[in-house]
C-alpha cells in the first residue's frame, strides 16, 4: 500500500498524524536531493555542449557554458548555503481558555476555544521558502491563522480532536501548492453542544 493510500484510509487521529509526519519527511527528501542530483548530472553535459558551440565558432555557446556552469556551482555548494526558511519562527500557543499564534514580525492573534465559528485549511504558492500551509480558525470578530509547521502545531491534533467534533481532516490530507481554501469545520445552530470544552 502506497503512502498516500494510507494517509487516505487512516481511521483514527493518531494514524493520521503518524502518516502526516512521515510523508511530511519523506517529501523533504523528494524536493530537494533529486533536484540536486539532476542538475549535477545535467549541467556538465550542457557545460559540454556550450564549450563545443565556442570551439566552433558560435557565440551562444558563452550563453549555455555560463549558465550551466553556474547551474553546475549552485548545485555543487548547495548543501552549504543558508536556508533561513528552513527555520519557522511561528509559535503556537494554547491554554484552555484560547488558541494564540506569535511570530517576532506578526501581530499576535488569538481567538477564543468558545468562539470560533469555522475552521479553514488554507493553502498557497508560496512554498518552499515561505510556510504554504495554514489553519485558520475563524471567529465573528477575529480569527487566527497559523502554519502547519509553527512550533507547538502537534498538540493542535488533541485540541481538534477534543473541542470540535466531526472536523474533516481530507484537506490536510490531500495537502496542495495552489492558492485554496477548504472549510473543515463549522459550527452548527446546536455550537455548545457540539464544542466541548475540557480542562487544559
Same mark, same amino acid.
Given at each position: 500500500?502506497?503512502?498516500?493510500?494510507?494517509?487516505?484510509?487512516?481511521?483514527?487521529?493518531?494514524?493520521?498524524?503518524?502518516?502526516?509526519?512521515?510523508?511530511?519527511?519523506? %517529501?523533504?527528501?523528494?524536493?530537494?536531493?533529486?533536484?540536486? +542530483?539532476?542538475? +549535477? !548530472?545535467?549541467?556538465?553535459?550542457?557545460?559540454? $555542449?556550450? !564549450?563545443?558551440? $565556442?570551439?566552433?565558432?558560435?557565440?551562444?555557446?558563452? *550563453?549555455?557554458?555560463?549558465?550551466?556552469?553556474? /547551474?553546475?556551482?549552485?548545485?555543487?555548494?548547495?548543501?552549504?548555503?543558508?536556508? @533561513?526558511?528552513?527555520?519557522?519562527?511561528?509559535?503556537?500557543?494554547?491554554?484552555?481558555?484560547? !488558541?494564540? /499564534?506569535?511570530?517576532?514580525?506578526? #501581530?499576535? =492573534?488569538?481567538?477564543? &476555544? =468558545?468562539?470560533?465559528?469555522?475552521? &479553514?485549511?488554507?493553502?498557497?504558492?508560496?512554498?518552499?521558502?515561505?510556510?504554504?500551509? &495554514?489553519?485558520? +480558525?475563524?471567529? =465573528?470578530?477575529?480569527? /487566527?491563522?497559523?502554519?502547519?509547521?509553527?512550533?507547538?502545531?502537534?498538540?493542535? &491534533?488533541?485540541?481538534?480532536?477534543?473541542?470540535?467534533?466531526?472536523?474533516?481532516?481530507?484537506?490536510? $490530507?490531500?495537502?496542495?501548492?495552489? %492558492?485554496?481554501?477548504?472549510? /473543515?469545520?463549522? #459550527?452548527? @445552530?446546536?455550537?455548545?453542544?457540539? *464544542?466541548?470544552?475540557?480542562?487544559?
Amino acid at each position: 500500500m502506497s503512502l498516500t493510500s494510507f494517509l487516505q484510509n487512516s481511521k483514527t487521529l493518531f494514524e493520521f498524524q503518524a502518516a502526516t509526519s512521515t510523508i511530511l519527511g519523506m %517529501e523533504k527528501a523528494k524536493v530537494s536531493d533529486p533536484m540536486r +542530483l539532476f542538475t +549535477l !548530472v545535467v549541467s556538465p553535459i550542457f557545460v559540454g $555542449i556550450g !564549450v563545443m558551440a $565556442i570551439a566552433s565558432g558560435n557565440s551562444d555557446g558563452w *550563453l549555455i557554458a555560463g549558465f550551466f556552469g553556474l /547551474c553546475l556551482l549552485v548545485a555543487i555548494f548547495e548543501p552549504w548555503f543558508a536556508k @533561513p526558511w528552513v527555520a519557522c519562527n511561528y509559535r503556537l500557543v494554547m491554554t484552555k481558555d484560547e !488558541v494564540a /499564534c506569535e511570530h517576532p514580525s506578526r #501581530r499576535r =492573534e488569538s481567538i477564543r &476555544w =468558545e468562539d470560533v465559528n469555522r475552521i &479553514w485549511y488554507v493553502t498557497t504558492s508560496d512554498g518552499p521558502r515561505l510556510p504554504d500551509e &495554514w489553519l485558520l +480558525l475563524e471567529g =465573528e470578530h477575529g480569527g /487566527c491563522s497559523f502554519p502547519t509547521e509553527a512550533i507547538g502545531f502537534d498538540g493542535i &491534533w488533541d485540541e481538534l480532536k477534543q473541542r470540535f467534533v466531526e472536523f474533516d481532516y481530507k484537506p490536510l $490530507i490531500r495537502g496542495g501548492t495552489d %492558492e485554496a481554501k477548504h472549510l /473543515c469545520w463549522e #459550527r452548527t @445552530p446546536h455550537a455548545k453542544a457540539e *464544542l466541548v470544552v475540557h480542562d487544559a
